[in-house]
């Protein structure tokens, strides 16, 4: 069975930076982009961005441990919502429709 689980959210100020984890059980990378993706509160959930897989390893990522992360710079407080990673066969994650997801993780940037 293939989980996602996130990690590394929390609150910041404005400017700060910071680094989410996706951990990936149940499969490899092998075969499967992965993606992140972000809903503000009374917002639809967007696309943030996708990691491909590029048939040898996963760019981004700890491929050892299954992890891909996210690293954002220069936060902004727009930039508060709750992060998804994702996960399926090329394609489905830039189309928005990947059939894994995390649960989330909060991330809140403070003015």
């Known amino acids: 069975q293939v989980q996602l689980v996130e990690s590394g959210g929390g609150l910041v100020q404005a400017g700060d930076s910071l680094r989410l984890s996706c951990a990936l059980s149940?499969?490899?990378?092998?075969?499967?982009?992965m993606g992140w993706f972000r809903q503000a509160p009374g917002k639809e959930r967007e696309f943030v961005a996708s990691?491909?897989?590029?048939?040898g390893s996963i760019y981004y990522a700890d491929n050892d441990k299954n992890t891909v992360y996210l690293q954002m710079n220069t936060l902004k407080p727009e930039d508060t919502a709750v992060y998804y990673c994702?996960?399926?066969?090329?394609?489905?994650?830039?189309?928005?429709?990947?059939?894994?997801w995390g649960q989330g993780t909060q991330v809140t940037v403070s003015s």
């Open positions: 994702a996960a399926d066969l090329p394609g489905a994650v830039v189309a928005g429709t990947p059939a894994y």
């Open positions: 990691i491909t897989w590029s048939g």
């Open positions: 149940g499969r490899t990378f092998s075969g499967y982009d």
